[in-house]
């Protein structure tokens, strides 16, 4: 029922800033919270950025905080991911999901659909 598209995702340079976005489906878009997920070479997917239904709250990663900001525009449908100071580490494949009701932000079983992912490379 839920379909997730990621874009805004490129090549730039470390200290750099990019913004990704993620459009959601559905006309329910409000009733749930979202989050965004990355996985770099060789790595685990790891948790990014997740933010509430009514974007009350936000939850970060402690690699990313006070770098990222996770938003959301519930009437358009849509989840973003500022990111700031952007780090070689931070190349990544990133995915945006939808959560499922309660359970743990931080956790990537939580979440029950997932865009197919845009690609950040940042170079030193």
């Known amino acids: 029922q839920v379909q997730l598209v990621e874009s805004g995702g490129g090549l730039v340079q470390a200290g750099d800033s990019l913004r990704l976005s993620c459009v959601a489906s559905?006309?329910?878009?409000?009733?749930?919270?979202m989050g965004w997920f990355r996985q770099a070479p060789g790595k685990e997917r790891e948790f990014v950025a997740a933010?509430?239904?009514?974007?009350?709250?936000?939850y970060y990663a402690d690699s990313v905080k006070g770098r990222f900001t996770i938003s959301r525009d519930n009437a358009k449908n849509t989840v973003f991911l500022q990111m700031n100071s952007l780090k070689p580490e931070d190349t990544a494949i990133y995915y945006c999901?939808?959560?499922?009701?309660?359970?743990?932000?931080?956790?990537?079983?939580?979440?029950?659909?997932w865009g197919q992912g845009t690609q950040v490379t940042v170079s030193s």
């Open positions: 559905g006309r329910t878009f409000s009733s749930y919270a």
């Open positions: 999901a939808k959560k499922s009701p309660g359970g743990n932000y931080y956790y990537s079983k939580e979440y029950d659909y």
């Open positions: 933010v509430t239904r009514s974007a009350s709250t936000t």
